[in-house]
């Protein structure tokens, strides 16, 4: 159990992983063909090294006593939170556009995660979407994402 | 009362189909959106940046032409977005190269193919010369064959990828003669060209406004045009067909295609346009500066030309060795 | 002096009301989308071609120049403030620029760094003007072998880059140039690790990749604490706000290192601004007599990057305009213009049109010290962005992120591999996986490849071309001695170890 609130020993275990996948893909791969190195040439030297240095790290740092955590796992709960609103407000773009996903994105950043006043929240969301919009779509001619009502 | 919206829809259906001749007539009422799958200043780019300005400065559009790119997939993130994002619309055109055949062909990602799609025009064939250095011992492109079947796979080709028009000359040429010599891609065009220029490969396939440049300074020597008849710019240069190398030619090709689902009337509106288009000094200045051939075609014989184009790109690239996708 | 002449011609050329307005509207553009992320120049000069078809050539070549050299200017100003890469070449500006404004210096690097690109860009234009022809025949000795070696000089670079664990630097490269391998393979058309997603047959965008894991990972490691609410710390005082005699002494090496690494690398035009940010930022460092403290904020981390980044302009000019061969994006579509505008490029263009090239050497000069004046005082306005509160500083990263990468490739999945890189970006921060070792392998993992695979179809797949040739034998020795360096310094300081308890 210990090991896994070791962040070296779980991330290691993930480049692992990775390693021995692209290991795997690039066997599918020519390695030296009649004109020289195939595509399955360089991936399969860093897969080798990824997981090789994976490994080493996993049995190296695991041995050490775990860093103590210094920060709280309320701080990545923000920081989850903070990226899970950024994928929704990605997610949105296609439907709603640039304009209202991000004033929706910035609300939830000011609001919740900040705990300002609703009014001002909703000032700097507006105010924000303005400006992208007029410094790209309007002074350099730069599309926004549009959603489905045409913004 | 539910009907209501229901009956009004099918009444203005009804209306539309009915119409007959009055809706022939399509005018673009919307800025049109004209794609290209090459990032900005990509080649696709800038001859919809040039097609663009041209109409303006020409006055032959009624509404501007905005250029859009959509990148990625060697253009199959640009096909998929005109299927799925854009059937049916009217506003909406994009230049097609050659690419956008083989693209689908080699590649299981890209889904759709020119057939799904409405082509529009063919504008422009592009020839290209055959280039060794000018110091090379090789006066003609049989010289050339015969250095490289005397020293198989010694003599090296600096080009672009698999199944661009460099592979798909030399595929050509191996097979004909027996000769083999080797490939080597490099993404960039400037990076073939100095690879030639330092002596580290022996031939390129080049274009032959660069390649008159090169030739100026006493750089470069071309021994065959890759193109149906001998260039103006290079009235003694033979096409590799005279020289006498029985290949077929497979034209570099670019034009226009819209999306699927578009009504006839608009087709035939995008193939008027260019027809005057192509005519216009701006087109032709274009076309001499470049050293590019006019190879305007309209939309039916655009499609044929297309079946005919995959399918030999197709047996050139499976008898090259290369795996087909479809 | 027969130069001497004609550059005065080209002065002549570059100060008439006309060019010098248009040079200035240029430079001008160039700053400000290069302080916009995504939006590159090569983007904006493809944008503005046709607009230039009505100019006389000279004008319109100052201008989309101007363009050119005037984002390189402009794409530090983003890394510095914000940690969001404006251009990829001013990606190794984020490393020490954004630390110095996080100790309330964010003045003092815009300051090191405008001073920095000017000194650099001049120095470009001069080798531009005085050693042309001979580095051009440099370039093109260059063949697949060297580029390989140059690659590889690059990667040794991670020993510099890594933070406390070497292990994890290596890991963060070796992710790198597994991203770099994502999409269609050159040379064989096979598609790899594109997961069935054809917007990943042209690989990842370095924009989304750098964005991502600089930007993005930075404001949600910030995000963890609300405290985080109080503002960066800006000094009140344009003095404080300008860079110290002392920052200026400190990067006397750095300007000159810069300037010569960036012009060097710039004429080869296989490699590019990011490469040579890399090199000459690796160079600073490993000649610094405090190289412990690079990463931690010193301007002359900052002066290096910026003065190779700027001063490699000046260099892909030169195989551009003596052989008409561009060596970027941004010089392709200055070359697919001369040819719209009539003007042959190839190697007698200079000689065709020397009006033009004297002209636009002229208004190099005189672009850099616009962009000079421009700029300095434009330091201050901008360092007070970061008086802006938290909560509506990152909401603004976030945006102008995703504005960036939209607008270089209009696709949403870029926009959905955005949020992914941040993730990852944030995951490395938490992990102490240091991130620029994951760019160095991004950035030189394509070339190298490729490279590498040149070398020995040339071969034959006979590997001693690697090193039978003096340049690439010269450099790859360089650079097994970069990696073996903290070797020695280990074994050196085992030995003094050894030597004090022996005595």
Redesign the interface.
């Known amino acids: 159990m210990r090991l896994l609130r070791n962040g070296d020993f779980v991330s290691g275990a993930v480049l692992a992983a990775l390693g021995a996948f692209i290991i795997m893909e690039a066997r599918q791969w020519e390695y030296l063909g009649p004109d020289g190195p195939g595509p399955g040439f360089f991936p399969l030297w860093y897969g080798i090294g990824l997981l090789v240095l994976s490994i080493m790290l996993m049995v190296v740092h695991a041995r050490q006593a775990p860093a103590p955590a210094s920060r709280g796992m309320g701080g990545t709960g923000r920081a989850f939170a903070t990226w899970a609103a950024l994928v929704v407000c990605v997610a949105l773009l296609k439907v709603l556009g640039f304009i209202v996903a991000f004033s929706l994105l910035t609300l939830f950043i000011v609001q919740v995660l900040y705990r300002q006043p609703f009014g001002k929240a909703l000032a700097v969301a507006v105010g924000g979407a303005a400006g992208f919009y007029l410094l790209f779509d309007v002074a350099l001619n730069v599309a926004l994402p549009a959603g489905m009502l045409g913004f | 009362m539910k009907f209501r919206p229901m009956c009004l829809l099918m009444a203005a259906a009804v209306a539309v189909l009915g119409a007959g001749p009055a809706a022939a007539q399509f005018k673009p009422t919307k800025p049109i959106e004209f794609m290209t799958h090459t ?3 990509g080649g696709g ?2 001859f919809a ?2 097609i ?2 041209a109409m ?2 020409e006055g032959l559009m009624p509404v501007r032409m905005q ?8 253009g ?2 640009a096909m ?1 977005y005109l299927v799925n994002e854009k059937k049916g619309d009217t506003h909406t055109i994009a230049v097609f190269t050659g690419l956008w055949f083989t693209n689908p062909i ?2 299981k ?3 759709y193919t020119m057939k799904d799609l409405t082509p529009v025009v063919r504008l422009v064939l592009e020839p290209a010369m055959i280039a060794v250095k000018n110091d090379a011992p090789y006066k003609s492109l049989n010289e050339f064959i015969d250095a490289a079947k005397q020293s198989p ?2 003599l ?1 080709q600096s080009a672009g ?3 661009s028009r460099d592979w798909v000359v030399r595929q050509l040429l191996m097979t004909n003669t027996g000769a083999s010599w ?10 073939r ?3 030639l ?5 022996n031939m390129m396939v080049i274009e032959p ?2 390649a ?3 030739i ?2 006493g ?1 470069m020597r071309v021994i065959a045009t890759v193109s149906e008849k001998r260039l103006p710019a290079f009235p003694d240069v033979p096409t590799i067909q005279e020289a006498g190398f029985n290949v077929p030619n497979v034209p570099q090709v670019r034009g226009i295609v819209a999306p699927p689902g578009i009504p006839p009337e608009a087709v035939a509106y995008w193939e008027d346009l260019f027809a005057r288009f192509i005519k216009t000094a701006s087109w032709q ?2 076309l001499s ?2 050293m590019f051939q006019d190879g305007y075609m309209r939309s039916a014989e655009l499609i044929k030309f297309g079946d005919q184009f995959s399918e030999t790109t197709r047996e050139i690239l499976k008898a090259g060795g ?1 795996k087909v996708a479809r | 002096m027969e130069s001497f002449g004609y550059l005065m011609q080209g002065f002549a050329v570059a100060l008439t009301p006309y060019n010098l307005l248009w040079c200035f509207i240029g430079v001008f553009l160039g700053t400000v989308i290069g302080i916009l992320p995504g939006l590159g120049p090569a983007a904006t000069i493809a944008m503005l071609l046709p607009l230039t078809f009505q100019m006389n050539p000279t004008s319109a070549v100052i201008m989309l120049a101007g363009i050119y050299y005037g984002s390189k200017y402009g794409g530090s100003t983003t890394s510095i403030l914000l940690n969001v890469p404006g251009e990829s070449a001013s990606v190794v500006t984020c490393f020490d620029g954004y630390q110095m404004a996080r100790q309330g210096r964010a003045g003092a690097a815009l300051g090191v760094s405008a001073i920095a690109s000017f000194i650099a860009g001049t120095f470009g234009v001069v080798g531009l003007m005085l050693v042309a022809p001979p580095l051009a025949k440099f370039a093109l000795s260059f063949s697949s072998p060297e580029y390989f070696a140059l690659m590889c000089l690059g990667l040794a670079m991670v020993v510099l880059l890594a933070g406390k664990s070497m292990i994890k630097a290596l890991l963060a490269m070796m992710v790198g140039l597994w991203i770099a391998g994502m999409g269609t393979d050159l040379f064989s058309e096979a598609s790899r690790f594109t997961f069935g997603h054809a917007e990943l047959l042209d690989g990842v965008d370095f924009v989304v990749v750098a964005i991502g894991v600089f930007a993005l990972g930075e404001v949600l490691g910030n995000m963890e604490i609300r405290e985080g609410a109080r503002m960066l710390p800006v000094p009140k005082g344009l003095r404080n706000l300008l860079p110290t005699l002392q920052d200026l002494k400190d990067c006397r090496f750095a300007f000159l290192n810069g300037s010569v690494v960036g012009f060097i690398i710039g004429v080869l035009p296989g490699a590019g601004s990011t490469i040579a940010s890399f090199i000459s930022y690796g160079i600073e460092k490993a000649v610094s007599r405090r190289p412990e403290k690079f990463g931690t904020g010193v301007p002359e981390g900052v002066a290096a990057p910026e003065g190779a980044n700027n001063a490699e302009t000046g260099g892909a000019m030169v195989p551009l305009l003596t052989l008409g061969i561009p060596g970027s994006g941004t010089t392709a579509i200055l070359l697919a213009a001369f040819i719209l505008w009539g003007l042959r490029p190839g190697p007698l263009m200079i000689q065709d049109n020397p009006t033009l090239f004297w002209g636009l050497v002229a208004s190099m000069y005189v672009g850099n010290v616009m962009l000079l004046v421009l700029n300095l005082p434009l330091v201050p306005l901008f360092a007070q962005i970061l008086r802006l509160p938290a909560y509506t500083l990152y909401p603004f990263i976030f945006g102008i992120s995703i504005v960036g990468v939209y607008s270089v490739s209009g696709s949403l999945f870029d926009t959905w591999m955005l949020a992914l890189f941040g993730l990852l970006g944030y995951a490395m921060r938490r992990l102490e996986y240091p991130s620029a070792p994951l760019i160095l392998g991004f950035v030189l993992g394509d070339i190298m490849e490729r490279a590498l695979r040149q070398s020995l179809m040339m071969s034959q797949g006979d590997l001693t071309i690697l090193v039978a040739r003096p340049m690439s034998a010269t450099m790859l020795f360089l650079a097994v001695l970069i990696l073996l360096a903290p070797l020695f310094r280990k074994a050196d300081a085992l030995r003094v170890k050894a030597i004090a308890e022996g005595s």
């Open positions: 990032g900005p200043g780019d800038v940046r040039g663009a300005a303006e400065k250029v859009v790119n959509k990148t990625g997939g060697g199959a993130t998929a080699m590649r990602e890209a889904k796979g010694q090296k990828s698999l199944g080797a490939y080597i891609s490099f993404p960039g065009g400037g990076e060209i100095a690879a220029l330092g002596g580290h490969v406004q660069e008159g440049e090169h100026r300074a750089n200045k274009y500066d470049n290369v």
